[in-house]
Antibody
Framework: QVQLAESGGGVVQPGTSLRLSCVAS????????MHWVRQAPGKGLQCVAT????????YYADSVKGRFTVSRDNSKNTLFLQLSSLRAEDTAMYYC????????????WGQGTLVTVSS | DIVMTQSPDSLAVSLGERATINCKSG????????????LAWYQHKPGLPPKLLIH???TRESGVPDRFSGSGSETDFTLTISNLQAEDVAVYYC????????FGQGTRVEI
């Protein structure tokens, strides 16, 4: 079955960087677009980054554009999110999610990794 | 970005009754090329990742009970939970994927 496992979260100071990883298994990773979705404490869901199946297209929410970079290594079935210039408002649970394919939403999610930005 | 607005923010429903959640998009999410609405519904329970319930506005995911149903087109959509069960207590989100995916603010369903 599809499994997504995030890692790399932690407590960091404002202005610093962090790299999140998401290891995928149970499906042909190289064939699907992938997404990073976050949920800040007490808030709703926000899709912060999207990457196409081959990495040729990447999209970002305005709130993270220029600070976050999404990438993937299809040879290692791994999705990444590089977070830079972190702010307190980036504190959230970060989930990776698999695109259903041909549109259709996000049909599989990891358990999430928590990022806390605090001085 | 397409803004998604849900109503109400929360609702309390008796067991066995119906819950209705509305979602309005800032622009049409109907793709004319395939006549599909690029609209999904998710269920999110505390401590768990979100779960996709419905895609294409009205197509249930495999394994989702048929008491969950979606309807609507273009800019106005509805998620209906018939015969509400205790395990349906959660926050429900609509999402458009016509462009960069965006979610509604969520609707909390309680008993």
């Amino acid at each position: 079955q599809v499994q997504l496992a995030e890692s790399g979260g932690g407590v960091v100071q404002p202005g610093t960087s962090l790299r999140l990883s998401c290891v995928a298994s149970g499906f042909p990773f190289r064939s699907y677009g992938m997404h990073w979705v976050r949920q800040a404490p007490g808030k709703g869901l926000q899709c912060v980054a999207t990457i196409s199946f081959d990495g040729s297209n990447r999209y970002y929410a305005d709130s993270v554009k220029g600070r976050f970079t999404v990438s993937r290594d299809n040879s290692k079935n791994t999705l990444f999110l590089q977070l830079s210039s972190l702010r307190a408002e980036d504190t959230a649970m970060y989930y990776c999610a698999k695109d259903r394919g041909e549109g259709g939403g996000f049909d599989s999610w990891g358990q999430g990794t928590l990022v806390t930005v605090s001085s | 970005d397409i803004v998604m607005t849900q109503s109400p923010d929360s609702l309390a429903v008796s067991l066995g009754e119906r819950a209705t959640i509305n979602c309005k998009s800032g622009q049409s999410v109907l793709h004319r090329s395939n006549n599909q609405n690029y609209l999904a519904w998710y269920q999110h329970k505390p401590g768990l990742p979100p779960k996709l319930l419905i895609h294409w506005a009205s197509t249930r995911e495999s394994g989702v009970p048929d008491r969950f149903s979606g309807s609507g087109s273009e800019t106005d959509f509805t998620l209906t939970i018939s015969n509400l069960q205790a395990e349906d207590v959660a926050v429900y989100y609509c999402q458009q994927y016509y462009s960069l995916p965006t979610f509604g603010q969520g609707t909390r369903v309680e008993i």
